[in-house]
């Protein structure tokens, strides 16, 4: 199976890094919050397209390193690749929007896996991690 492309899930403490997608009826999911990725070009690996992806979309030049979790996830046509990392000192300022999507947004990681406007698919996958994420305590992550 193909590799098509790739997601990143930025968690913060309690809170997760979106994209709003474009309104437009001819793109798939509009108007959904959304994570940082997309397709894969020329041949890139999986960890590759993701940080290429973040960088055009937020401006963020994370490395491998900062990709602390991965899961590849069956999808039509190929496999697309979901990735965690977990940034305590995220600093919004560091961000510059690209010309994807509506708006981002640093929002509640509750309100993302139970109210928001997103795909399902990124919940599901998102889960998966959280199930092995050690418990967060204030601004510390401790294992308990």
Known sequence: MSFLGAKLAILTGDSIVLILRDDDPAIPWPNHWDLPGGGREDGETPEACVLRELREELGLAYTPQDLLWKMPSPAEGGTVWFFV????????????????????????????????????????????????????????ISRG
């Open 85 to 140: 990392s977990e940034k305590p000192a995220f600093d919004p300022g560091q961000v510059t929007f690209g010309n994807e999507g509506q708006l981002w947004r640093l929002a509640p990681l509750d309100w993302f896996m139970t109210k928001a406007r997103t795909l399902p698919r990124h919940r599901e996958r998102l889960a998966c991690y959280l199930e092995t994420r050690p418990r967060i305590i204030g601004p510390q």
